[in-house]
């Protein structure tokens, strides 16, 4: 048997293999460093990780060994790991995190918006690269010679089984003694003290909460007990002391979650030749503020997004996981929208992007979102250099939404003017210059491109507060940064001392902050900001809200932090029965304000369809099927007169800017008939 495993062509399938894995590892190093000493220092310093990611992609090459069309085997298997290397190379330019297995899952989500990253030249590269890399694969498989008779599969199998135990055993060594992990609580870190492949793996791996050791229906009762016990015990000192928390009052909330915005002022040895954010600043100086503790460095918006709505920690995740793309695909999830659902308000997301980025247009209905108002409702006119849509859009979108709804409001506005890629050209002639010692140009230009888009962002503010101040309804603001941008900064480059920390303050048109500023300013994390928000205002509802207002600070804060999460997302509920709480997805809403045909008229060869409400992601759709439509601005489409015919249903669908197949919100239909105005 042993001869038939260890045979001639075996042998030399099993050297080729080990030379692959060699340079494999060694490009995907490089691709990680962008330094062939670092990739040196590496080999050095962690010489048994380097040889473990070395094994990883040999057992996926032994693949090889069971396969009759070797050759075919052994270069898809080759290519993809090669691909990911230069992906995760590419990516660590733009973004400064690395490629994970999550990404993959967000492809479609990309797509739509791949124009921010890629000039058309490269788009066309890469389609044309894909293209090349298929026909190739697919004429391998046809042409690749097939092993011959003597091919022994059985003995085969045995080998390949073999090798996967012994990386299998390798591997619980390794972990158990503590030379690997089983997951990053930083993503960054996690690919350069064990190896691309090795992380590559651990994020398809290692995902969801693991179970608590301790979980149980009793010891979620207990908790249960317990939080309402300190909840009421700080009621009834806050009654005795006649704070202000005493009684809950309802302002507007509205939450602004700014892309990729920090303050510029706070890295060292840069020099900027005015101050990008003065309105933020004065807020910041008069009102509650700190540092936000963010998950997410470079990239990731969701992930800060989802600790802020959910107040969850996303690092008892696996590692790069981004809930949105997993658990929340099918479950619901407590979160501030949830938490309100008692009291009188509508609860509305407001983003200048497309709906499906990330998911969202179905993720926010399982938290609980009554509206959510993208792009492909607004009237975007203006976008910056880079592609995106300028925040200034949603301060009307914001005040619409205020005086549509016929409650108090819950927002939850998402910026995206701050997002990368950031240009590297000239900006001679930006309002705002940044230099420092030892940047090349092209950084220095990047710098300053960032610094005009904070100082847009921090007008949108400034004017936001402003239209605000006026409104005749109580009304709190909260502002912060979802991550850094992703420059080349590192933790010792920032005061904050942390390239994990945005800045984040809470205005409001009442005074309440202003006047308690000293008491309430803080640094909290991301998964802390609502409750501090709800707090402040009385508002004790919502199972994580009452366990961030009463355990925070406790023992076993986070231990038992980590057994709500897993019973919420993965367990049985156990605590939302003590509570008598359900959680229904959302029927959400994609336009507050109806889109309307008013009249149709015969044009030259075509017909003019006049309303109210239209956008670029407008489309007619007669009988029930999508028309050829040309958008003239919000009160005017175009279709050719051959499409529309006497007795036909008309109605106008708002589509994705993803998938034109996609239907986010339509008008009333109607039927035509041709002797009406």
């Known amino acids: 048997m042993w001869n038939k495993i260890w045979n001639p062509s075996n042998r030399k399938v099993f050297l080729v293999n080990i030379i692959t894995a060699l340079l494999l590892n060694l490009y995907l190093e490089y691709m990680e460093r ?42 898809a298997m080759a290519g993809g790991w090669f691909i990911i290397g230069s992906v995760n190379g590419y990516i660590l330019t733009t973004r400064k995190t690395p490629f994970t297995a999550v990404d993959i899952t967000l492809a479609r989500s990309t797509l739509p918006v791949l124009r921010n990253y890629l000039a058309v030249w490269q788009i066309a590269a890469a389609v044309t690269g894909i293209i090349v890399l298929v026909i190739l694969l697919v004429t391998l498989y046809l042409y690749s010679p097939v092993a011959k008779k003597s091919f022994d599969l059985r003995a085969n199998v045995v080998l390949f089984i073999l090798q996967f135990l012994v990386f299998g055993g390798i591997t619980y060594m390794a972990v158990g003694r503590g030379m690997l992990i089983s997951g990053f609580d ?41 939080i309402n016990a300190a909840m009421y015990k700080k009621i009834s000192a806050s009654r ?28 060292k040895k840069l020099k900027l030749s005015a101050d990008p954010m003065p309105n933020i600043r004065r807020i910041r100086e008069e009102y509650t503020s700190g540092y936000l503790k963010v998950p997410v ?61 990330y998911d969202r247009d179905h993720v926010l209905s399982n938290l609980g979102f009554d509206h959510f108002l993208t792009i ?41 003017q701050g997002h990368g890629d950031y240009p590297a050209d000239d900006q001679e002639n930006a309002r705002i210059q940044a230099s420092g010692d030892g940047m090349s140009q092209s950084y220095q230009n990047q710098l300053t491109y960032y610094a005009n888009q904070t100082y847009e962002m921090d007008a949108f503010i400034g004017d936001l507060t402003n239209r605000l101040a006026e409104y005749p309804e109580e009304t709190m603001l909260i502002v912060y940064g979802d991550h850094l941008p992703g420059m080349d900064f590192s933790d010792k480059d920032l005061e904050s001392g942390s390239k994990y920390k945005t800045p984040y303050f809470i205005w409001d048109n009442f005074g309440y902050n202003k006047e308690h500023k000293e008491d309430l300013s803080e640094n ?72 309307r045909v008013t009249r149709i008229l015969p044009g030259n060869g075509s017909y003019m369809i006049y309303g109210k409400g239209f956008t670029r992601a407008s489309r ?37 800017q993803t998938n034109e197949n996609i239907t986010l919100n339509t008008s009333d239909p109607m039927v035509f008939h041709q002797k009406e105005d």
């Open 620 to 656: 007619v759709y007669v009988n029930g099927r999508a028309v050829k439509t040309r958008y003239h601005g919000n009160c005017l489409l175009r279709i050719s007169s051959g499409a529309l015919h006497e007795g036909d249903e008309l109605a106008i669908h708002q589509v994705s």
């Open 376 to 416: 492909e409702n607004m009237n975007a006119t203006s976008f910056n250099e880079a592609g995106w849509a300028r925040d200034q859009i949603l301060t009307e979108e914001i005040m619409d939404t205020l005086g549509q709804t016929g409650r108090k409001d819950l927002i939850y506005a998402i910026s995206v």
């Open 297 to 357: 460095y470079g990239a990731g918006t969701i992930n800060t997004e989802f600790e802020v709505i959910s107040g969850m920690n996303t690092g008892y995740f696996g590692t790069g996981e981004y809930p949105y793309r997993s658990i929340l695909q099918n479950h619901t999830c407590d979160s501030i929208a949830y938490w309100l659902s008692n009291l009188p308000y509508e609860t509305s997301v407001i983003h200048n992007n497309n709906a499906s980025f």
């Open 524 to 595: 909290v994390t991301a998964y802390q900001l609502a409750s501090k928000v709800m707090s402040e205002i009385g508002i004790r509802d919502g199972i994580m809200n009452r366990y961030h207002q009463t355990m925070k600070g406790r023992k076993n804060y986070k231990k038992n932090l980590k057994l709500l999460q897993y019973d919420l997302l993965y367990g049985a509920d156990f605590i939302s029965m003590e509570e008598g709480i359900t959680r229904e997805a959302t029927e959400m809403d994609f336009c507050l304000k109806p889109i």
């Open 186 to 226: 930083n993503l960054i870190a996690g690919y350069k003290d064990y190896g691309v492949a090795y992380g590559f793996v651990v994020t398809a791996a290692d995902t969801g909460i693991d179970r608590p050791i301790d979980y149980s229906r009793a010891k979620m009762h207990r908790l249960d007990k317990k």
């Open 34 to 75: 962008q330094s062939a000493a670092e990739v040196l220092r590496f080999m050095n310093d962690r010489t048994f990780v380097f040889l473990y990611n070395m094994l990883i992609l040999f057992v996926c090459l032994s693949i090889v060994f069971i396969s009759r069309k070797k050759l075919f085997t052994w270069a």
């Open 240 to 267: 005795e002391k006649k704070t202000d928390a005493d009684t809950a009052r309802t302002p507007n909330i509205i939450f602004i979650q700014l892309e990729s915005f920090f303050d510029l002022s706070t890295v």
